[in-house]
């Protein structure tokens, strides 16, 4: 530093010596936050399955992004069956939310693929899985899977994580790339090793907002109790307490007590006096939901998602809030969910061969349209089709498929449009019908052309409606005359 120069210390906020303000006399000055409750497996499974309202907050964001669950972008319909066969008989839904529940329950959760004959201390090689090897998907809450050395290699894709775990009931030893983790929460370097290399329960923020609102649900339902106290005032009550007479005391209200509960009237000495005091519950409501809005904002659930009610207030239709909350969910689907699917896909696919090796699929929308918004919908979506065949840019086989697809009707299916599909590709391939007489003959192309379409119509390959339809366009003669030839004049 050069010479003359002094270090100086540079502060940043607003103070105030005449107000005390960022100064020693400030409050605040003394404030700092210190570390909370840590949560440990035994509180953090309790709260799951004996509290209703945390058991709510884990469930309902995984509910909601597993619910509609997803949509195979596999344009054949018959390959796009046998996928969601084959990945429906591993549970990929339901070992994805179960993963998920426990990892915010406890801080992680992992998800082990069962290889037949693998060396599970070897890492995976999911080009190298033989056909059939894959036997299951296992979920392991973080309480049951143990680190083992940590890489502390920076070079390395597993840099500050463990290389192996430990299963805790079996004692088999797993490398890191045989199990997909998850955890419940972002968190730091420090944090992420003072629990054992996984995130802290969602619980550690939420226990405070959510033990609040239980102690002041239970408190007003204790003070239901008490609606109503009856004060006696008894003549002489010191002096036969002071003279260890309690049970007189005591003998006296319970003669008034029983008297008044047979003769429906209060019945005292002349000195004693009696009061009935009943409390008010006015205010008792608005507390009890300013500690349930707490728990809504804590766990980023609408008040009206977590507790099924609706919205309070002139205009209030919690639209907006729900809106937001789908932003959430989907943001949950894409970037949590996601890559654990991913995974998985790519170790079912590597197992099965036949499948599609690139699996692309999208998450289906999450809000459900009333019927008056799906008529909407649908009322466009014929105007768009009613556009596009208009000016040639589909075909009628083509809005089918997608009428077939979102299952508008059910008399649409996937016979229907490769039955429409085919007329369609015979009444394009017929052209135009020839300009000659229709008392001319045929030549010997087209003499063999009708005799297919006759097979065609003989082996039931084609109906006889689309037959005629098809000899109409490409020879010279009627439908109505079509017909007859292919019924043979009936």
């Not at 409050?27 to 700092?32: A, D, F, G, L």
């Not at 309790?46 to 949509?71: G, H, M, Q």
């Not at 190298?128 to 309480?143: C, H």
Request: aromatic share 8%; glycine share 6%.
């Amino acid at each position: 530093m050069p010479r003359g120069k002094t270090m100086g210390r540079i502060t940043d906020g607003f103070k105030s010596i005449m107000k005390g303000l960022g100064t020693s006399k400030d409050p605040r000055e003394s404030v700092v936050y210190q570390i909370g409750n840590r949560i440990d497996q035994q509180t953090a499974e309790n709260l799951y399955v004996y509290n209703w309202l945390a058991a709510k907050i884990i469930d309902i964001p995984i509910d909601d992004a597993t619910r509609k669950w997803r949509s195979l972008l596999i344009a054949d319909p018959v390959e796009k069956e046998e996928t969601e066969t084959a990945f429906e008989q591993f549970e990929i839904k339901a070992r994805v939310s179960t993963a998920f529940k426990w990892a915010r329950v406890f801080g992680g959760a992992g998800i082990f693929c069962v290889i037949e004959g693998d060396d599970q201390e070897e890492p995976l090689a999911i080009e190298s899985i033989r056909e059939g090897s894959l036997k299951n998907f296992v979920v392991l809450d973080r309480y049951n899977i143990y680190p083992g050395p940590v890489n502390m290699d920076v070079l390395s894709v597993n840099f500050g994580s463990p290389d192996y775990y430990m299963v805790a009931r079996g004692g088999q030893k797993i490398h890191h790339t045989r199990i997909h983790k998850v955890y419940a929460q972002g968190t730091t370097i420090r944090e992420f090793e003072k629990n054992n290399y996984w995130s802290p329960s969602l619980f550690t923020k939420l226990f405070e907002p959510v033990s609040d609102s239980q102690v002041c649900s239970q408190s007003i339902n204790n003070m239901i109790y008490e609606s109503n106290v009856d004060v006696y005032k008894i003549d002489g009550l010191l002096k036969l307490v002071a003279e260890g007479k309690d049970d007189v005391v005591v003998s006296r209200l319970k003669i008034v007590n029983g008297m008044k509960s047979i003769l429906n009237a209060v019945v005292l000495d002349s000195k004693d006096e009696y009061e009935k005091k009943t409390n008010t519950f006015a205010s008792l409501p608005d507390i009890d939901d300013r500690a349930m809005q707490k728990v809504s904002g804590a766990s980023g659930i609408p008040i009206t998602r977590l507790l099924g009610i609706s919205p309070a207030g002139m205009n209030a239709t919690g639209a907006s809030d729900m809106l937001n909350y789908y932003d959430t969910v989907q943001s949950i689907q894409e970037n949590e969910l996601r890559p654990v699917i991913d995974w998985m896909d790519s170790v079912v696919v590597a197992s099965l061969p036949g499948l599609n090796e690139k699996i692309d699929y999208e998450f289906l929308p999450l809000k459900q349209m009333t019927e008056v918004e799906q008529a909407d919908v649908e009322f466009k979506k014929a105007q768009r089709d009613q556009i596009y065949l208009d000016h040639e840019v589909i075909t009628e086989p083509d809005a089918l498929a997608e009428l077939a697809e979102s299952g508008t009707y059910t008399t649409i299916d996937e016979t229907r449009v490769e039955a429409e599909r085919k007329e369609n590709e015979l009444l394009l391939g017929a052209g135009d019908p020839p300009d000659t007489d229709p008392a001319a003959s045929l030549n010997g192309a087209q003499v063999t052309a009708m005799l297919e379409i006759v097979r065609q119509v003989t082996a039931e390959e084609i109906s006889k409606e689309v037959g005629a339809k098809v000899i109409a366009a490409s020879f010279p003669m009627t439908n109505e005359e079509a017909m007859k030839m292919l019924t043979g004049g009936k």
